[in-house]
C-alpha cells in the first residue's frame, strides 16, 4: 500500500488553487477596469470568493501538518512563508472598495463597503 503524506496532497492542493487565485485576480482586473458599477460589484464578489478558497486550502495544509503532528512552529512558519500569496487579492480589495466608493460615497464608511 501507498504512503500518502498527507500534508504533501494539502500543498498540492494548495499550489492549484494559488495558481487559479492569480488568474482569477488578472481576470477579475479586467472586469474592474471598465468602471461600470455592476462589473465593480460581480468583480468585488469574485474577489470574495477566491480570497476564501485559498484560505481554505491554506487552512487545509496547516490542519494536515497538525494532523501529521508538526510543531506550532513548523504550521506558523508555513503560515508566514504564504503571507505574500495574499497581497494581491488584498491589493484588489482595496482597488475595487476605492472604485465603487467613488461611484457610491453614501454606502461607504471608515474605508469599508456597506451593503452593496
Known amino acids: 500500500m501507498e504512503n500518502i503524506n498527507m500534508v504533501d496532497v494539502a500543498e498540492q492542493n494548495y499550489a492549484k488553487e494559488l ?10 482586473k479586467s472586469m474592474a477596469d471598465t468602471g461600470v ?3 465593480l460589484l460581480s468583480a468585488y464578489e469574485k474577489k470574495c470568493d477566491v480570497n476564501k478558497t485559498l484560505e481554505a486550502s491554506g487552512n487545509l495544509v496547516k490542519d494536515a501538518m497538525l494532523e501529521a503532528e508538526k510543531s506550532f512552529e513548523e504550521v506558523k512558519g508555513w503560515s508566514l512563508a504564504h503571507k505574500e500569496d495574499f497581497v494581491p487579492i488584498h491589493a ?3 482597488r475595487l472598495q476605492d472604485e465603487l466608493c467613488e461611484l457610491e460615497p ?6 469599508q463597503l456597506k451593503d452593496f
Open 19 to 28: 495558481n487559479k487565485a492569480t488568474c482569477y485576480v488578472n481576470e477579475i
Open 37 to 39: 458599477k455592476e462589473d
Open 92 to 94: 484588489l480589495r482595496s
Open 106 to 111: 453614501v454606502r461607504c464608511g471608515n474605508g
